[in-house]
């Protein structure tokens, strides 16, 4: 079992940044690949980024591409999200999700683990 929780998220203008943070806790974090989704009221969750367990491959959802940032330290148990030039169209609730090596990153049912969520929410 893995247990993740995120933190970070917050209120912040359009033009903004956040970082949000998703720390496990449980079996060996550095196998497993991980995700990161939002889900905004109304709406499908959607994929947003992902990591591989090294931290050597990332891939991002074409609206977050150049604006958001992946990334892991492993020694801490962590997987980061850099946000910037925030969009109100960023606003969702933001789950990050671990997944065994094997099957695509973007899907949502490839993964094995989720946290809770942070919530994201950007004013114009």
């Known amino acids: 079992q893995v247990q993740l929780v995120e933190s970070g998220g917050g209120l912040v203008q359009a033009g903004g940044s956040l970082k949000l943070s998703c720390v496990a806790s449980?079996?060996?974090?550095?196998?497993?690949?991980v995700g990161w989704f939002r889900q905004a009221p109304g709406k499908e969750r959607e994929f947003v980024a992902a990591?591989?367990?090294?931290?050597?491959?990332?891939s991002y959802a074409d609206s977050v591409k150049g604006r958001f940032t992946i990334s892991r330290d492993n020694a801490q148990n962590t997987v980061y999200l850099q946000m910037n030039s925030l969009k109100p169209e960023d606003t969702a609730v933001y789950h990050c999700?671990?997944?065994?090596?094997?099957?695509?990153?973007?899907?949502?049912?490839?993964?094995?683990?989720w946290g809770q969520g942070t919530q994201v929410t950007i004013s114009s």
């Open positions: 999700a671990a997944k065994r090596p094997g099957s695509t990153w973007s899907t949502a049912t490839s993964y094995d683990y």
């Open positions: 449980g079996r060996a974090f550095n196998i497993y690949h």
């Open positions: 990591i591989s367990w090294s931290g050597g491959s990332t």
